[in-house]
C-alpha cells in the first residue's frame, strides 16, 4: 500500500490514507477534454507509462493481478482510510469475479478499515456484496472513453444511470468523486441521498481549470438538502471561508476513525 503524503505540500491524495492496488491496469481509456481544447489522459495511466513502468510490462491497458499485496491491509492495525485500486477499476469488465471476491473479503476481514471504491463500471456494482466498510462510489464522466467522446447526452445518461445503480446497491457509504466538476451536474444527483461526495476541479499537467462557481454552489445547495458530506479537492479554489473537508458519518467510534493523516 502506499502511504498518501497530505501534509507539507504532498503530492497525494487528500481524501484517503492509503492506496492499495491488488488489480492494476485499466482498458477504459479516459479523457478528459479541458475548456482550452487540450486534452488530460488518466493519471494512473501516465503514471504507469512514466513512473512506474516497470510494474506494468505489458502497458496500462493489460490487467494484472497481484495477490500478493492482499493481505496488507491486514498487516496495518492503525483504522486507516484507503483508496480501493487507485491504479485501475476493480468493477472493470475484465476483472474477474473471483478475484473480486477475494479482495471484497479481504475488506470485510480487516473490518477496523475503511475502503474507498471507486468505478467507472456502475452496473457491476450489481454483481457483489459488499461488506459495511467499503465505501462504494461512482466517478463522474470523462470527455473520452474506450477512445470515443462522450456526447454530453451520453455523459448525462451515464450520471443518471449510476445513480440508478447506487440506489440499488446495498452500502453503509454510497458516494461520487465529481472530479474534475466539468458541467452542471446537480440536477442529475436530486435525490441520490448520497453519504459523501468529492468535488474538484480539471488539470492537465501543471495547468488548473476551475468549473463555474454556480456548479459547486448548486451542488452544495443539493448535499446540504440531501445531508451529503462534501470534500474539496486541493485543486479548487474557492473561499477558505466556506471550505469543506469533511467525510461521511458512520456509525463507529471516534478511535474507530482516527486517521494516520
Ligand atoms: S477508470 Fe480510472 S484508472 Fe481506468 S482509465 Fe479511467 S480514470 Fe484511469
Known sequence: MNKQKKSSGGRG???TDFTWNPVRGCNHACRWEMPDGTVAECYAETVAERVAQHAYPNGFEHHYWNPHVLNEPLKLKLPSR??????SDLMGH???SEEIDQVLNVCRQAHWHQFQLLTKNAPRLWEFDFPPN???????PPSFMFGRRLSHTQQKRMVKRQ????SQVHAAVKWMSVEPLSFDIAPLLKGAHLQWAVIGAATNGPKTYQPEPDWVENLLQ????EETAVFFKGN????????????????LSESDLFSVA
Open 236 to 251: 479548487l479554489d474557492w473561499p477558505s471561508s466556506s471550505w469543506r473537508e469533511d467525510f461521511p458519518a458512520l456509525p
Open 82 to 87: 484507503i483508496f480501493l485500486d487507485s491504479m
Open 163 to 166: 445513480v440508478d445503480v447506487l
Open 13 to 15: 491524495i487528500e481524501w
Open 222 to 225: 443539493l448535499f446540504d438538502d
Open 134 to 140: 467499503v465505501w462504494v462510489g461512482v466517478s463522474a
Open 94 to 96: 475484465w476483472v474477474p
